[in-house]
Each structure stands twice: as structure tokens, then as C-alpha cells.
């Protein structure tokens, strides 16, 4: 009997080129489902990976990258109800802790991962969506617990992450701030925040502006780096800091001073290890339930790119020159 192929983008070592080749089609375990993948979003991780700057993301080479997918559920694993053949479905699907990632035509994923497109979303909405989206909602609701009338600091608020963090935290009714330069000040406005110039402005200047000087309730980092120092800066009494890039040496003193909390996001932890998938496709839902509602939208690079050019989108993102998330299209 043939054994059963399938196209995929194979990355063989460290910042080499993609390799389009055929490969073993997956099987559905028990508790998953085979999903025919439509697209593959490109995040600034998997660039990281390919070039062999991501240890944390625990993925060895060769492999097939790709965290993000949306895609068509094809066949079904023992014990899987939640889904049926033909359901559009969307989710952190692999990529990272040795499983196969998104960049291929089919992937077996765990079903606890998954929820089903939102109405009227197309393919390559979707798979713009689940690891910004989910470290979005861990940092700000999980963590954070924003709520309606707080004042919310984003920093990097037109970015990836930044970008669906602004509009999570506008959905709980949250005052939103977001930081960025001049010429992201119309998308950050046209998402609801208020821009603040992270270049020309000091953090006391902006605290005083938009908070009376008592500091913001909740700070979500998503640069890194000087601006969790900045965060812990910005943060007021009992405030809470969240960042998804807390490494480094930080000093904390600004932020106990205030009586405030820190917590870090690392949103690939269930993906690598199996535990708090559930609460993925919770996550996942949660987004459907904000598209559904009009609540969320990703911003999309309109650059389009297939299997072949898959290294013209990573190169893309690496570059920072996106404009918005960039989504390879698998046929």
C-alpha cells in the first residue's frame, strides 16, 4: 500500500532555505483531528526559530515550522466529539516543542487546541489570530483580570500582540492607552486607544497626562526589554505589570514601592507540554465570541505568499516591514 503524502515547507537547519518536499501525511491520534490546512500565520517566533535564536521554543531542526493555522477539519481521532468532518477550524496548532508545525498541507492536532472559524472570517483572518490573540487574552484577562473602567498601558499597541491587546481590553471596557510612533498614532486611534509617542515623551510626562499621576491599573509589555523598566515605572498603586517578554535583569523596586504585581506570559507552554490545552480552545472560543461581535479584528499584511515564497514572508517579518500580520496560504 502507498503510504500517503503530503506537500510541506521543510526547514533543514538554522537560517537555511525552505525546502518544499514531500513528507508522511499525519494520522489522528486518539483526541485528535486531521486538519487540511488553508493558511499558516507567520509570527516574529517563527522567524526567531528558523534562525536559530529561539531555544525556548524547544523545536529541533529539521522540521516543518508554523504555529498558527486555519484550516479544514478532514478526519477525526478515537474519542473526538467536538468537531466533525468539514468544520472550519483555527488554533496554536504545533510548530514548536518537536511537533510538526502549520507550514504543510495537513497536520494532526490535539482537538483541545481548536475552536471553529468565526462567521464571516476568512481563512487568512484566522490564522492571523491564535498566539497573538491568545497571549493577548493570558496576559490581560488570565493574569491581569482587566475590567471595565480601568486604565490599561499597551505598550506596543500597533503591533502583533499589541494590536489585539488594545482591542481585548476595549471589549471589558477599559480606558486604553497603547505606545508607538507617529506613524502608527492613526491605527492606534482607529482601535480605540489613545497614542502616546514612546519616542518624545518620558514615562512621568504621560502618567501625569492620562492618569492624574496615579499611574495606569494594568501595563501589558509586549516589547521587552527597557520597557518592562518603564512599565514598572508607569504602573500605579496596587497596579499589575504583565509582559510576554520579561527577560533580562529588571530592577523591581518601582514596582513594589506601588504595592503593584508582575506576571509573565508564555503562551507555548501548553503547546510543548501538553498541559492547559483546554484552556487554549477556551481562548479560542473567547476570540470567535469578540470577532463574532464585532469586537476583534487582526490587521493583515495584503502581501500574498504560498509554500513556494514562504521564505519571502519570513524574511518579510524579520524585517519588521509588515503591515500587519503576514499569512502564507497553503494550497
Given at each position: 500500500?502507498?503510504?500517503?503524502?503530503?506537500?510541506?515547507?521543510?526547514?533543514?537547519?538554522?537560517?537555511?532555505?525552505f525546502r518544499i518536499t514531500e513528507i508522511a501525511r499525519p494520522t489522528p491520534g486518539p483526541g485528535e483531528v486531521l486538519v487540511r490546512i488553508k493558511a499558516s500565520g507567520v509570527n516574529p517566533l517563527d522567524t526567531k526559530i528558523r534562525a536559530g535564536a529561539a531555544p525556548?521554543?524547544?523545536?529541533?531542526?529539521?522540521?516543518?515550522?508554523?504555529?498558527?493555522?486555519?484550516?479544514?477539519?478532514?478526519?477525526?481521532?478515537?474519542?473526538?466529539?467536538?468537531?466533525?468532518?468539514?468544520?472550519?477550524?483555527?488554533?496554536?496548532?504545533?510548530?514548536?516543542?518537536?511537533?510538526?508545525?502549520?507550514?504543510?498541507?495537513?497536520?494532526?492536532?490535539d482537538a483541545r487546541l481548536l475552536a471553529r472559524l468565526p462567521k464571516g472570517f476568512t481563512m487568512r483572518e484566522a490564522a492571523a489570530l491564535p498566539l497573538v490573540f491568545t497571549t493577548a487574552w493570558e496576559g490581560?484577562?488570565?493574569?491581569?483580570?482587566?475590567?471595565?473602567g480601568?486604565?490599561?498601558l499597551i505598550h506596543g499597541g500597533a503591533g502583533g500582540v499589541g494590536h489585539v491587546a488594545v482591542q481585548i481590553a476595549k471589549a471589558f471596557g477599559a480606558d486604553v492607552c497603547a505606545t508607538g510612533n507617529a506613524?502608527?498614532?492613526?491605527?492606534?486611534?482607529?482601535?480605540?486607544?489613545?497614542?502616546?509617542?514612546?519616542?518624545?515623551?518620558i514615562v512621568d510626562e504621560y502618567v501625569r497626562e492620562h492618569t492624574g499621576a496615579n499611574g495606569f491599573d494594568i501595563v501589558f509589555?509586549?516589547?521587552?526589554?527597557?520597557?518592562?523598566?518603564?512599565?514598572?515605572?508607569?504602573i500605579g498603586r496596587f497596579g499589575h505589570v504583565v509582559s510576554a517578554l520579561g527577560w533580562g535583569t529588571h530592577a523591581l523596586a518601582p514596582l513594589s514601592f506601588k504595592a503593584g504585581t508582575y506576571s509573565g506570559?508564555?503562551?507555548l507552554l501548553p503547546v510543548q507540554t501538553g498541559e492547559g490545552r483546554e484552556h487554549h480552545g477556551e481562548i479560542m472560543r473567547e476570540a470567535t465570541r469578540l470577532a463574532e461581535s464585532g469586537l476583534l479584528q487582526p490587521m493583515i499584511d495584503q502581501r500574498l505568499f504560498d509554500l513556494d515564497s514562504v521564505g519571502e514572508a519570513h524574511d518579510l517579518v524579520a524585517s519588521g516591514r509588515a503591515h500587519g500580520k503576514v499569512v502564507v496560504e497553503v494550497a
Open positions: 500500500m502507498t503510504k500517503s503524502v503530503m506537500q510541506a515547507a521543510l526547514l533543514e537547519a538554522a537560517n537555511a532555505p525556548h521554543a524547544r523545536q529541533p531542526l529539521p522540521a516543518v515550522l508554523g504555529i498558527d493555522l486555519a484550516g479544514t477539519v478532514e478526519a477525526l481521532g478515537e474519542g473526538v466529539s467536538d468537531f466533525v468532518p468539514g468544520d472550519d477550524v483555527y488554533g496554536m496548532a504545533g510548530g514548536v516543542g518537536g511537533h510538526q508545525g502549520t507550514l504543510a498541507q495537513y497536520a494532526a492536532v490581560l484577562v488570565d493574569r491581569a483580570r482587566v475590567s471595565d480601568q486604565k490599561v506613524d502608527q498614532f492613526e491605527t492606534i486611534r482607529r482601535l480605540g486607544a489613545v497614542p502616546i509617542d514612546y519616542r518624545n515623551t509589555d509586549t516589547v521587552g526589554g527597557a520597557n518592562l523598566d518603564k512599565s514598572f515605572e508607569a506570559v508564555f503562551t
